[in-house]
């Protein structure tokens, strides 16, 4: 299978490492970018081919992860399904937008082209899913991040709440650092609740979700460390990235 990369940032470069050190069982085939250089750099690395066009990816791929942005998600996502090829989307907080996200589905439906979502930088997707085969009560995500990773600088140590609402909302005002909230929320099939602290005392992006459901309740936290080369990415969204890649190879697949 012919892995297409769109967005070559912080994202892919985790994945070439990951094809690099033999952890990555997938052929990274093509790599392309607005900004011909990043492809260049990362495609160079494993032996790709650089794309100049999204026409050249999508003639040439298999299969096309997108780790770029959401603008990029709504501009290229449906050329990409028309053409049949199946698409890993990243910068997942687009498809909260449900008019944008039946409109995929519908062309996807069409193509017969798959849309894989994968887990991203949070724990417990799988449960999430398992818990809505009952009835889902409540679903809120706490997101606390260190204010460099929000872009922001605090004199002082105290935390400041800079979103309390919708998953629907915190993904149009904080679009490079929420995407969890929207995963959660199609997995759970409802609109989470979010709040993003920026905390000056911390050094990580966590994520904490709490669940209530006709199954009983769960809480998850994940303490991330972030991208060396993106301090709103966490390394986990890329390890989840990876990780999906192999699974759609694997014979034995393991989890819900
Ligand atoms: N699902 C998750 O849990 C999760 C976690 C972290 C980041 N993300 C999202 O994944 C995406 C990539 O993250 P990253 O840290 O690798 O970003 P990055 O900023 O490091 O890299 C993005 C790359 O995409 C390129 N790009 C931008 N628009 C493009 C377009 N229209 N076509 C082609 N290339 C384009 C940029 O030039 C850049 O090289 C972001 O949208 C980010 O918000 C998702």
Do not use: W
Not at 112 to 140: C, F, N, Q, W
Not at 141 to 152: A, C, D, E, N, Q
Not at 155 to 160: C, F, G, H, K
Not at 174 to 187: E, G, M, R, W, Y
Request: charged fraction near 20%; hydrophobic fraction near 40%.
């Amino acid at each position: 299978m012919k892995i297409g990369i769109m967005g070559c940032g912080s994202i892919a470069k985790t994945l070439v490492d990951f094809k690099l050190n033999g952890k990555l069982n997938v052929n990274l085939a093509y790599f392309y970018d607005l900004s011909l250089d990043n492809a260049k750099s990362l495609a160079q690395k494993v032996d790709a081919q650089v794309s100049d066009s999204l026409e050249n990816l999508i003639e040439n791929c298999d299969l096309i992860l997108e780790s770029a942005s959401q603008t990029a998600v709504r501009s290229s996502v449906p050329q990409i399904l028309e053409s049949g090829t199946n698409v890993i989307i990243m910068s997942v907080g687009a498809l909260l937008d449900v008019e944008f996200k039946t409109y995929l589905e519908n062309i996807a439906k069409k193509s017969g082209a798959k849309i894989y979502l994968p887990t991203g930088a949070i724990t417990g997707i799988d449960t999430v899913k398992a818990a809505r085969m009952g009835e889902i009560e409540s679903v809120s995500l706490i997101t606390r991040k260190p204010p460099l990773s929000l872009g922001l600088e605090m004199e002082d140590d105290e935390e400041i709440v800079l979103f309390d609402g919708k998953a629907s909302e915190a993904v149009k005002e904080f679009p490079k650092n929420i995407n969890v909230s929207s995963t959660l929320s199609l997995a759970a099939g409802m609109d989470a609740d979010v709040k993003i602290i920026a905390d000056p005392k911390i050094t990580r992006n966590t994520h904490e979700i709490h669940l209530k459901g006709t199954f009983g309740e769960f809480i998850t936290k994940t303490s991330n460390i972030s991208s060396p080369d993106n301090p709103k990415t966490s390394l986990l969204a890329a390890y989840s990235a990876a990780s999906l890649l192999n699974k759609l190879s694997e014979t034995i697949q393991i989890g819900t």
